[in-house]
């Protein structure tokens, strides 16, 4: 009688046992979901806004500007491009737009780079000095003065009213014209956006400029 109560307990500790094993790998399996499923979530994430220190910090993060980054870090305009506290709109052109821009004149990327007499210009018609403008802030038929010899371009939208921000905005010079490809990147106290296409004040005006630091170029 007692062997048969021993043989019961042991077969009813066997029993619970087994219950209790799948239940302590289920919540396992369920935590293991969970973490998962959070990992997921955190991957998933959209990418934080890129922003800088100054306007050659935010441009060196982004990879489509990396022309523009090296140029710009030697164009000798480090008390506007370097600080933290100078307030600018920046139109700064792409990879693809100064290569295209470039092309005209048979230059290459280290040429403009290694010419800061000449990347130097070209910058400053794509700084606005003094405000920093965000694209809401952008306005049909505005006109922004440039560092360059006081030069001004012109901001073209189809913005219906003062609210509809996610029109395509427009930079016109006097003869080339640029979308903004990526708004509102902030750069210490001034705001970059990316536009794809170099800006041009008249027609040879920069053929005039290559000419005098490079020599002739291939075609203008």
């Known amino acids: 009688m007692k062997k048969s109560l021993l043989a019961l307990f042991v077969l009813l500790g066997l029993t ?12 396992k399996l369920l935590q293991d979901d969970e973490d998962e499923e959070d990992g997921d979530s955190d991957n998933s994430a959209p990418a934080p806004s890129v922003s800088g220190n100054s306007i050659l910090d935010a441009a060196r993060q982004l990879s489509d500007l990396s022309v ?5 870090a ?4 480090n008390d506007t491009l370097t600080s ?3 307030q600018a709109t920046v139109f700064a052109p792409t990879d693809d737009a100064l290569d295209d821009f470039l092309e ?15 990347s ?15 694209a809401s802030q ?8 440039t560092a360059l010899n006081n030069y001004r371009i012109t901001i073209n939208t189809d913005r219906d009213n003062e609210d509809d921000d996610d029109s395509d905005i427009e930079v016109q010079a006097a003869h080339s014209d640029a979308e903004i490809e990526r ?15 170099v800006l041009i004040p008249r027609r040879g005006f920069w053929l005039s400029i290559v000419q005098g630091q490079i020599g002739a170029p291939a075609s203008g």
């Open 84 to 86: 933290s506290t100078v």
């Open 74 to 77: 030697n164009a000798g305009l």
């Open 68 to 72: 523009f980054y090296r140029a710009a």
């Open 183 to 197: 708004a509102d990147i902030v750069a210490g106290q001034a705001i970059v956006h990316t536009i794809g296409s």
């Open 16 to 27: 619970a046992l087994c219950a209790a094993t799948p239940l302590v790998s289920g919540r």
């Open 138 to 145: 952008l306005s049909d038929n505005q006109r922004l003065t």
């Open 104 to 118: 005209n004149f048979d230059l290459t990327r280290t040429q403009f780079i290694n010419t800061p007499a000449f």
């Open 120 to 134: 130097r210009l070209v910058l400053q018609y794509h700084i606005v000095p003094s405000s920093a403008l965000r």
